[in-house]
T-cell receptor
Framework: DGGITQSPKYLFRKEGQNVTLSCEQNLNHDAMYWYRQDPGQGLRLIYYSQIVNDFQKGDIAEGYSVSREKKESFPLTVTSAQKNPTAFYLC??????????FGSGTQLSVL | GQQVMQIPQYQHVQEGEDFTTYCNSSTTLSNIQWYKQRPGGHPVFLIQLVKSGEVKKQKRLTFQFGEAKKNSSLHITATQTTDVGTYFCAGPSFGNEKLTFGTGTRLTIIP
């Protein structure tokens, strides 16, 4: 069954801690994206990658880092520099400018 | 940078009434996409419009792309409880592969 898998579903971060959110896709899509969604708000782009070993900053990249070592994987690290990390994080993939396929999301909260 | 606004932010309608959400971009879009996010879920692609003035229908849903390719609308006829959710428009500016999402319109249905 093709799709995008995000894990974990819920994640808690302690002060000063880095945490990594996983995103795996088996759709053979070249492009992958990370979005942040705050309650009652739209989606804001954090990072995106059009091809393996290459990625670009989105609109709110500060305090986040990514890697794209494999086509199917695009993990997002929320670093301790991100002072307001509590949000719903969505990973997506696409072929070119076509529709985005989203994962089921990870809810990150601060302890 | 590119901004995409949607109005209204919230809409409460009686079941059976019609519903419309409007999307306006600060820049000309190469295409416009619409997504639906159910409460607690992730965005799901509905449709993509590419041509100036294009109109597409999906059962009770009608989508329009403005002549200037800077605005769009989604109209739902005779709403049903299954229409509950937040509707987002999204579009890339010409020459920019990043998809910018609108602020969303949250639809609730009064049975």
């Amino acid at each position: 069954d093709g799709g995008i898998t995000q894990s974990p579903k819920y994640l808690f971060r302690k002060e000063g801690q880095n945490v990594t959110l996983s995103c795996e896709q088996n759709l053979n899509h070249d492009a992958m994206y990370w979005y942040r969604q705050d309650p009652g708000q739209g989606l804001r782009l954090i990072y995106y990658s059009q091809i393996v070993n290459d990625f670009q900053k989105g609109d709110i990249a500060e305090g986040y880092s990514v890697s794209r070592e494999k086509k199917e994987s695009f993990p997002l690290t929320v670093t301790s520099a991100q002072k307001n990390p509590t949000a719903f994080y969505l990973c997506a993939s696409s072929i070119g400018e076509k529709k985005l396929f989203f994962g089921s999301g990870t809810q990150l909260s601060v302890l | 940078g590119q901004q995409v606004m949607q109005i209204p932010q919230y809409q409460h309608v009686q079941e059976g009434e019609d519903f419309t959400t409007y999307c306006n971009s600060s820049t000309t879009l190469s295409n416009i996409q619409w997504y639906k996010q159910r409460p607690g879920g992730h965005p799901v692609f509905l449709i993509q419009l590419v041509k100036s003035g294009e109109v597409k229908k999906q059962k009770r849903l009608t989508f329009q792309f403005g002549e200037a390719k800077k605005n769009s609308s989604l109209h739902i006829t005779a709403t049903q409880t299954t229409d509950v959710g937040t509707y987002f428009c999204a579009g890339p500016s010409f020459g920019n592969e990043k998809l910018t999402f609108g602020t969303g319109t949250r639809l609730t249905i009064i049975p």
